[in-house]
């Protein structure tokens, strides 16, 4: 199975503040189709998770533009250019490429 | 809007089956592929399979082959994953979730003697 790797894997961040997220592949997750199935979720507290970002950087309907995610290959980040009390809570990586789909373990955001 | 609804919690004895319902609306069932997430404490998020509607496919992890039933019934638009053989391993909160986007609220399914 592919190995999902975030780091850091917890985060305390002043509001205002920048912050980031890296998550690493054990396999590369470019298809054939050009495309590179890499997702990024945030599960707040008590919720299930939502889509961020989808295929690495296209963030999802109504996610604000202070989340931006890059990378290719193996190598992915999510940025949040201006953390706010609501970015609280737990977010994963996921590969939708190979079988079977797996997440990273996950990177807990605070507020200090 | 998209909204999927799950079934209530369950809980069940080991070796018994469970099965948790997925009520989508804000969209027909057959557009979008539905994928079937698991989470545990230990584990964290397991993939456990998904089913396509554009060939009729499901495909489900190893992990689960021979436990795990994904279908559909697309003249109520609501998703159905059963599990069988159930263990204590299987306590988790099991998603819903319409393709890679839009995720049901979970259902808390406990097995214990």
């Known amino acids: 199975d592919i190995v999902m790797t975030q780091t850091p894997l917890s985060l305390s961040v002043t509001p205002g503040q920048p912050a980031s997220i890296s998550c690493k592949s054990s396999?590369?997750?470019?298809?054939?189709?050009?495309?590179?199935?890499l997702y990024w979720y945030l599960q707040k507290p008590g919720q299930s998770p939502h889509l961020l970002i989808y295929e690495v950087s296209s963030r999802f309907s109504g996610v604000p533009d202070r989340f931006s995610g890059s990378g290719s290959g193996t190598d992915f980040t999510l940025k949040i250019s201006r953390v706010e009390a609501e970015d609280v809570g737990i977010y994963y990586c996921?590969?939708?490429?190979?079988?079977?789909?797996?997440f990273g373990q996950g990177t807990k955001v605070e507020i200090k | 809007q998209v909204q999927l609804v799950q079934s209530g919690a369950e809980v069940k004895k080991p070796g018994a089956s469970v099965k948790v319902s997925c009520t989508v609306s804000?969209?027909?069932?057959?557009?979008?592929?539905m994928l079937w997430v698991r989470q545990t404490p230990g584990k964290g998020l397991e993939w456990m399979g998904t089913f396509d509607p554009e060939d009729g496919e499901t495909i489900y992890a190893q992990k689960f082959q021979g436990r795990v039933t994904m279908t559909e019934d697309t003249s109520t638009d609501t998703a159905y994953m059963e599990l069988s053989s159930l263990r204590s391993e299987d306590t988790a909160v099991y998603y819903c979730?319409?393709?890679?986007?839009?995720w049901g609220q979970g259902t808390l399914v406990t097995v214990s003697s």
């Open positions: 804000g969209y027909n069932l057959s557009e979008f592929s």
């Open positions: 996921m590969q939708g490429i190979h079988l079977p789909w797996t």
């Open positions: 396999q590369s997750l470019l298809h054939s189709d050009g495309k590179t199935y």
């Open positions: 979730a319409t393709g890679t986007s839009y």
